[in-house]
């Protein structure tokens, strides 16, 4: 049963409600009296969320189902949304990549839509209660809430795109980079292919008149080759902006 067995609710409003299940979130108004059902605030991997029974009864008092049912009670429950729409705004300022961002849109959208229908469904009651305090409070609160979830979703895309937009620009750089690099391998293969032929063709055993020199040759030869290779290796490696280097895109 979702009504508490000790409220007596006119037959017009217990009606209209399931014995099993809360439905979607509303107001239900008739005889100077009426009964609002809440959803609690939505938790990821939920499939069926807690619902929440507040009645405005003929004595114009407020009663609620929920743990502590003081007169602060809606109050409190249009609150956790605020809370929970902060803390999405706090992870959303320290995001570092998309995967985060996704993981917080994919929170944020059931909870824009329930805070939606909250703020209608007081609205609702509103209409019919009349000049409530408690209600107009928990009615603008409500606004609150769903409008600030609603910029936070907004503010959530943009910044998913704009990661995106910078990602492709990344990927675009280092692919141009691997181009050009590309390109000057393939030039300096062009001007030591014919050397690398020749010498294959002709052996390394040719002499040279070079056989009898001293050993520091050999050293100088060796530093000289791993200092040239070293510049080229850093030549092959530079960045370079667009429209810069020879290489064709």
Not at 5 to 10: D, S, V
Not at 80 to 95: G, I
Request: glycine share 4%; aromatic share 8%.
């Amino acid at each position: 049963m979702i009504i508490p067995t000790n409220w007596i609710l006119p037959d017009a409003i217990s009606s209209r409600v399931s014995k099993t299940t809360f439905g979607r979130q509303r107001a239900i108004a008739e005889e100077g009296q009426c009964l609002l059902v809440l959803r609690d605030v939505p938790r990821p991997d939920e499939d069926r969320r807690p619902g929440v029974l507040f009645w405005f009864d003929e004595n114009g008092q407020w009663r609620s189902n929920s743990p502590n049912p003081d007169p602060s009670a809606l109050r409190r429950h249009v609150s956790k949304y605020a809370e929970a729409q902060n803390k999405l705004e706090d992870e959303t300022e320290s995001a570092q990549d998309l995967a985060q961002l996704f993981d917080i849109l994919e929170r944020l959208n059931p909870l824009k839509r329930s805070a939606t229908n909250m703020f209608n469904a007081l609205q609702q009651a509103r209409e019919n209660i009349g000049d409530n305090p408690d209600i107009i409070e928990a009615r603008d609160l409500a606004y609150d809430v769903s409008r600030d979830f609603e910029l936070l979703l907004e503010e959530v895309k943009q910044s998913i795109e704009l990661r995106k937009a910078k990602d492709q620009e990344q990927e675009a750089e280092f692919s141009y980079n691997a181009l050009v690099a590309s390109h000057r391998l393939n030039t300096l293969a062009a001007f030591t292919f014919p050397l690398m032929a020749i010498s294959g063709l002709l052996g390394v055993n040719i002499p040279s008149g070079l056989e009898e020199s001293p050993v520091l040759l050999f050293w100088f030869v060796l530093i000289t080759s791993l200092l040239s290779g070293f510049a080229l290796k850093t030549w092959v490696n530079a960045k370079v902006k667009r429209g810069e280097d020879g290489a064709k895109e």
